[in-house]
């Protein structure tokens, strides 16, 4: 067993058909493992899930309670500055809220943030010291 891994992300969303028109507005493909009640995409050697903020809490035994959003962020890591310009310019076309237009950072790269319909927030960045593989994964220097 590998225990450093992730396989699915689930994001609980407050409306699963507006979320789902939004990420596939992104240019993401839904999967055809998707049900009436969640959305599943492939992303690279893992999935992304969308599930009913209510659902999601009765699945992970808190029914009833209320599940924030915006502790984490999630990230997408681009080849160029103009290729991060690009993915934040169409989400922000798609609908996604505007938190932090990207700009040069005090780490040496370029970066900025969205958020999307529920308020999930999602960073677009350029790192020049992590390459990225030829389908866009990252594999971090030793």
């Not at 938190?99 to 927030?121: C, E, I, M, R, T």
Request: proline letters at 5%; aromatic letters at 12%.
């Amino acid at each position: 067993m590998t225990p450093q891994r992730v396989t699915l992300i689930t994001l609980g969303v407050s409306d699963l058909l507006r979320s789902r028109e939004f990420y596939k507005a992104m240019g993401w493909r839904e999967s055809g493992q998707s049900q009436e009640n969640v959305a599943f995409f492939q992303i690279n050697g893992m999935a992304l899930g969308l599930f009913g903020m209510e659902s999601l809490a009765e699945d992970q035994g808190r029914k009833g309670k209320s599940l924030g959003t915006g502790a984490i962020s999630l990230a997408q890591n681009f080849t160029s500055p103009r290729d991060v310009d690009e993915a934040f310019n169409r989400a922000v076309k798609c609908g996604a809220t505007m938190l932090k237009k990207p700009q040069n950072v005090f780490w040496g790269g370029y970066s900025g943030y969205y958020a999307d319909p529920d308020g999930h927030a999602w960073e677009v960045a350029y790192n020049p010291f992590w390459p990225l593989e030829e389908d866009g994964s990252l594999r971090l220097p030793n």
